[in-house]
């Protein structure tokens, strides 16, 4: 009793250290790089179901590489998602069946922390199978996430989960600047995006009394406005709310003196910590970061120290 005291104590004394740091948020342009406007971008918190966009991209990532088709591959629900607690929106059980494409639909817009759980065990045992290993899918997932995190430069990241709740030694971290660039790297991926722009979604789990279907909503209220395509939401008590969101506008076309078009595409990522009112904050932020954006371009797009006002984003996989 003692013991579970002092966790509860732990937690909650982090929980105010971190809501003591304010909002933090970055806006950037995707294509460019260019940072538009940033706080606190890079300090290290809890990034609560952020989080979930790696764990969305590895599994993109592996089903591209192996030709794996989401809808087809079915993942059983492992014994491990008792130890999560908190919602369960589709009653998931052990022993449960459902298809990656609709768990990562889950994990997603409904952000469902148990069908999170569900794709990594199943990917991570099949990466460890593809290498002929053996041993705990979730933690071999988690291990790619962060492989993936070096990969593409979250030099101030630690995924150590693929849900983002903040459990006994599971406490990830990251920063409004990491999250863009994962944000940037993930709506790269035709296959990520069109799940995250999404407004809801049915999805069937296999019990054993049969098939159930659920309706999924996106927890994002952005999606549906003109131009959103995602990205993803979190909540929790130490990360407070936040938002990642990704916005497009028709590309710039402009004649060249050879005659041809010149196109440059347009997108901005804008993202959000621990704000109460995370999809208002980030609304205006897309509209100060359009306008922004639009007299840079018309400036002649300077750039004045690479380093500081380009975000970039490798490509490596």
Not at 269 to 287: E, H, T, Y
Request: a positive charge.
């Amino acid at each position: 009793m003692k013991r579970a005291f002092s966790i509860l104590i732990l937690t909650l004394v982090s929980a105010v250290s971190h809501a003591q740091q304010g909002e933090a948020f970055m806006v950037v342009e995707a294509h460019s790089g260019k940072v538009i406007s940033a706080a606190n971008s890079v300090v290290k918190r809890p990034v609560a179901s952020l989080t979930k966009i790696a764990t969305g991209v590895i599994i993109v990532d592996w089903a591209d590489a192996t030709g794996a088709d989401l809808s087809k591959v079915e993942a059983t629900v492992p014994a491990s998602v008792q130890a999560i607690g908190g919602p369960n929106p589709m009653a998931l059980q052990p022993g449960d069946r459902i298809s990656l494409r609709d768990a990562l639909y889950a994990a997603l817009l409904g952000s469902d922390n148990l069908a999170a759980m569900t794709v990594a065990d199943h990917v991570g045992r099949e990466m460890l199978r593809a290498r002929g290993r053996t041993g705990d899918g979730v933690a071999a997932f988690v291990t790619e996430m962060n492989e993936l995190g070096k990969a593409i430069n979250l030099t101030k990241t630690r995924f150590a989960s693929p849900h983002g709740l903040d459990l006994p030694k599971q406490n990830g971290f990251s920063t409004a600047a990491d999250v863009a660039k994962l944000s940037v790297y993930a709506m790269r991926k035709p296959g990520f995006t069109f799940i995250t722009r999404q407004k809801d979604r049915q999805v069937t789990v296999q019990g054993p009394a049969g098939p159930r279907s659920f309706n999924v909503k996106n927890t994002n209220e952005l999606v549906g406005e003109p131009g959103i395509l995602g990205v993803k939401t979190g909540t929790t008590n130490a990360a407070g709310p936040c938002v990642s969101v990704a916005s497009d506008r028709d590309p710039l076309v402009r004649d060249k003196p050879d005659g041809e078009k010149a196109v440059t595409p347009r997108r901005l990522i804008v993202v959000v910590l621990n704000n109460p009112d995370r999809f208002n904050r980030a609304r205006g932020l897309l509209r100060q970061g359009w306008d922004s954006y639009d007299r840079w371009v018309a400036a002649g797009a300077p750039i004045q120290d690479r380093e500081k006002e380009i975000l970039n984003v490798p490509n490596p996989r």
